[in-house]
Every structure is written in C-alpha cells, then in structure tokens.
C-alpha cells in the first residue's frame, strides 16, 4: 500500500491510497466468488445476464471498501504520516476494477497544535478525601442486602393486607356504567404505603386473597381528562407477598467474594473510599476545564466540529425556546461564533495532555 498527503488549508488534509493488485486480488476473487453463487429466476445456477456479473462487483466491492479495505490501509497510513484525524474522514473517491489496484482519495481535518500548556497558571484547591465512616459502610451494606431481597407470597388462613405489604389486584373501573380510558388493569403490583395505585391503598387494607371489593373513589390527575369524576372499580385482589431479607450466611457472602460480615465491611469500605476517590478527582478536572479557556489564545478549529457544535447549541436553544421563551439577544449570546476559543463549547473536545 502506497500513500501521500497534502495539506489542503488550516487543520484539512487530503489522502490518497492506493492498494496494489497483488494486496487486493484476493478480497476482489472473494467477492467475485459469492456473487458468482448467486441464483436469478429464469437463469440457469452459474449463468447470468450478461454485464450482471460486473455491474453486481462494482457495487460489492466499493461497499467493501468502504466497510473494511479503506478504513483498516487508511489506519496504517495516518500512523505512517503522523496525523490524528479530528472529525471524521470522509472518502472523496474511489476506483478499482478486477485487473487494476484500488485507489481512494481521504478528506479529513486535525485538532490545533495548542502551545505548551502552563500548569503554573492553573488554581485548584486541595482537597483530602473523607474519611469512611461507620454510617457510610452501614448505609452501603444496608442498600446490598435491599438489592438481595425478594417478595414471598404469604400464606395462612387469616392473612391479610397490611402496611408495606405487595398486593397483586385487576381492577375495573366505570364512570356512570361506562368504562373509560385506562379504566381496566391485570396484575398490577405494588407496594402498599408507596406512591404507586395510592388511590387503592385504604381500600385494600385488611383484604384477604381472593377477596373483591366495588369501591369508589375520585379519579387522580394519571386519569386525564376524567382526573376528579367519581367513578366505581371492582377489585379483585389476586396475591399478598412480604419482603424477605437475606440471611447474613455463608451463600451470601460468597456473592460478594468474602468470607464472613467482617470481610464484607472491609471490601464495602474499600468500595466507599474508591467512589470518594474518583468524585474528588472528577470535581478536580472539572476545575481544570473551568479555566482552560483562559490560558489559550484564539485559535483554528476543525470546521465539521464548528459545524456539528453549532447545529448542536441551535437545537439546544430550540427545545429550551419550546419549553419556555429566550429572548433573541439570549439567543445570539449562546450562538457559538466560528473561530471564539472555549466559550463556544468545542474546546474541550481537543486534547490537551492531561492525564488523570
């Protein structure tokens, strides 16, 4: 494979591949082969229209260059010459046929050259990572041995619905005899004392399985347009479950990689003290970019970024303006230019070295 580049003006580069016969012949006998396999109606298995043949390889094979050939030559050449795209190339040009190499010509555009930066300049405050408490490992565990939890139906001859128990009812509701929009559910479950079917709530209290009951109520707000008519529901409620908690046994520390609670506590706290780690290091960077725009001076961004950031912030500003209205001198303020430095968002999409 052979390749040249040319500079075609600020941060655009033009490249031009050719592939020759010898590396390519075996992907255009490949494909040549298969479609050789292909059955028409009216022809007989290996003959086809004349012409067919070659008008079918063009398009498979430019569709394979396109996929795999050019990508994977294009990846060597740009580690050959030392460029790092910053948007993505777009082939210009393609040729090939089953007797000559394949040639494609490459437009793509690279991130600035930024000067050194002076870390001198940059202010952060330091910051020591908390210490673990004991309240922060019994909060953690705590929300392990929630996720372990599983719903148990409860059984007995005089079971009945209480307070944080899960019910499993169908429901159907009327309005004046007449059922309505999302007046008919089965196997809803829900928690009872939560925020969910809350209307029911009061009503199942004391209900056994099996049991049904009319009861009626106001409709709430999720009922739309009927949201405060009265209406009548037939529940039947079908299941009463219990929230089970899990044994602090052998099977449940073996789940987390542990021996026994005192090794639980450990590995909870190790976990703990990394999230405060990767928090205090997140709010670090975030400082860092706060002040980027400042130690630079204006400089050239790729065009198709410009393009993309701005096509981004317009339809930003438009959501933002069908939700509530920005005045138009708002709008010109938050509309990035085309060569401003970091206040126009783009900026932090170039790398600058720093490594965290």
């Known amino acids: 494979m052979n390749s040249t580049v040319e500079e075609l003006g600020k941060l655009k580069y ?9 590396e390519i012949k075996p992907t255009y006998n490949a494909i040549y082969r298969e479609l050789k396999k292909t059955k028409l109606n009216g022809f007989r298995p290996g003959k086809h229209p004349k012409g067919w043949l070659d008008k079918r390889f063009k398009a498979a094979m430019q569709q394979e260059a396109v996929d795999r050939v050019i990508p994977g030559y294009m990846d060597d050449a740009l580690q050959e010459h030392s460029l790092r795209p910053a948007t993505m190339p777009i082939i210009q040009k393609i040729d090939f046929d089953l007797k000559s190499a394949l040639s ?13 930066l002076n870390y001198e300049k940059i202010v952060l405050e330091r910051k020591d990572i908390e210490a673990v408490s004991a309240k922060n490992i019994s909060e953690e565990l ?24 899960w019910v499993l009812i169908n429901y159907e509701g009327t309005i004046d005899g007449e059922k309505f929009t999302d007046s008919t559910a089965t196997e809803m479950q829900f928690k009872i004392g939560s925020s969910d079917l809350e209307e029911f709530h009061s009503d199942l209290m004391n209900m056994s399985s099996g049991d049904e009951k009319d009861v009626e109520l106001a409709l709430p707000e999720r009922f739309g347009e009927n949201a405060g008519k009265k209406a009548i ?3 039947h409620l079908t299941e009463i479950s219990a929230v089970k908690r899990p044994e602090m046994d052998e099977d449940f520390f073996k789940k987390f990689g542990v021996a026994n609670e005192d090794e639980l506590n450990e590995k909870v706290s190790e976990n703990i003290k990394s999230r405060k780690t990767a928090e205090l290091k997140s709010e670090y960077r975030i400082a860092v970019r706060a002040q980027l725009s400042d130690l630079y001076d204006n400089f050239d961004l790729p065009e198709e970024l410009v393009k993309y950031g701005q096509e981004q912030v317009k339809r930003e500003l438009e959501q933002a303006s069908s939700e ?16 401003r430095k970091c206040e126009n968002g783009f900026t932090h999409e170039i790398h600058t070295g720093l490594d965290w």
């Open 324 to 339: 509530k209205e920005i005045p138009e001198e708002e709008k010109e303020k938050k509309t990035p230019g085309r060569n």
């Open 14 to 22: 033009s490249l031009s591949l050719e592939v020759s016969l010898d």
């Open 233 to 235: 529901f037939k529940i």
């Open 104 to 116: 494609a010509i490459v437009h793509f555009e690279i991130a600035p050259e930024l000067p050194k």
């Open 142 to 165: 705590e929300g392990l041995i929630q996720r372990e939890e599983v719903l148990v139906t409860k059984v007995g001859e005089d079971v009945k619905v209480e307070k944080d128990d």
